[in-house]
T-cell receptor, first 114, second 114 residues
Framework: GNSVTQMEGPVTLSEEAFLTINCTYT??????LFWYVQYPGEGLQLLLKATKADDKGSNKGFEATYRKETTSFHLEKGSVQVSDSAVYFCALSEEGTSYGKLTFGQGTILTVHP | NAGVTQTPKFQVLKTGQSMTLQCAQD?????MSWYRQDPGMGLRLIHY???????DQGEVPNGYNVSRSTTEDFPLRLLSAAPSQTSVYFC?????????????FGPGTRLTVL
């Protein structure tokens, strides 16, 4: 079946540091890939997505590129802010009988200090 | 638009009690789903619906029932609560039943079963 593996957390950075959160996936077909973010006390919200190989999703300074050859979708940001402190989830959704179902990674807690 | 709303925000139950978690959306979305979030496990799909009158099981359906009598509402029923159902529950919706559509999440219900 499908699966998503994220780097272990928590991740603690100083403001303006470079961020990478690794995400790799296993899927039988051609999934769409997503990064969702969960701020403290809130539900998840979409951060960015990519629907085919070599697509780059970007939003709020975050970027991730859909790499089919390495089955990866790593999240990056060049300069993090305290307001980026949250839990980040990598997820995939695949065409076929499970349309719309999201398979999530375990989440990575990010804390950014001033 | 209120988006996706969930009630209650918090609930404590005793083993064996039943209850209904409410979920509503005002975006006329076709697809709705319920996830549970447990530490270190990401989110797992409980049940989903592709339209009024149509529901199906997700990854972890045991102990839960759903129905979808209207487009707007998708309640989740716990038939006989067990401590293993202690979790945070999220309802989500999206415009269409598709692998690439963004899903919108509610703020969550934190349930404790004693």
């Amino acid at each position: 079946g499908n699966s998503v593996t994220q780097m272990e957390g928590p991740v603690t950075l100083s403001e303006e540091a470079f961020l990478t959160i690794n995400c790799t996936y296993t899927a039988t077909g051609y999934p769409s890939l997503f990064w969702y973010v969960q701020y403290p006390g809130e539900g998840l919200q979409l951060l960015l997505k990519a629907t085919k190989a070599d697509d780059k999703g970007s939003n709020k300074g975050f970027e991730a590129t859909y790499r089919k050859e390495t089955t990866s979708f790593h999240l990056e940001k060049g300069s993090v802010q305290v307001s980026d402190s949250a839990v980040y989830f990598c997820a995939l959704s695949e065409e076929g009988t499970s349309y719309g179902k999201l398979t999530f990674g375990q989440g990575t807690i990010l804390t950014v200090h001033p | 638009n209120a988006g996706v709303t969930q009630t209650p925000k918090f609930q404590v139950l005793k083993t064996g009690q039943s209850m209904t978690l409410q979920c509503a959306q005002d975006m006329n979305h076709e697809y709705m789903s319920w996830y549970r979030q447990d530490p270190g496990m990401g989110l797992r799909l409980i049940h989903y619906s592709v339209g009024a009158g149509i529901t199906d099981q997700g990854e972890v359906p045991n102990g839960y029932n759903v129905s979808r009598s209207t487009t707007e509402d998708f309640p989740l029923r716990l038939l006989s609560a067990a401590p293993s159902q202690t979790s945070v529950y999220f309802c989500a919706s999206s415009k269409e039943w598709s692998s690439y559509n963004e899903q919108f999440f509610g703020p969550g219900t934190r349930l404790t079963v004693l």
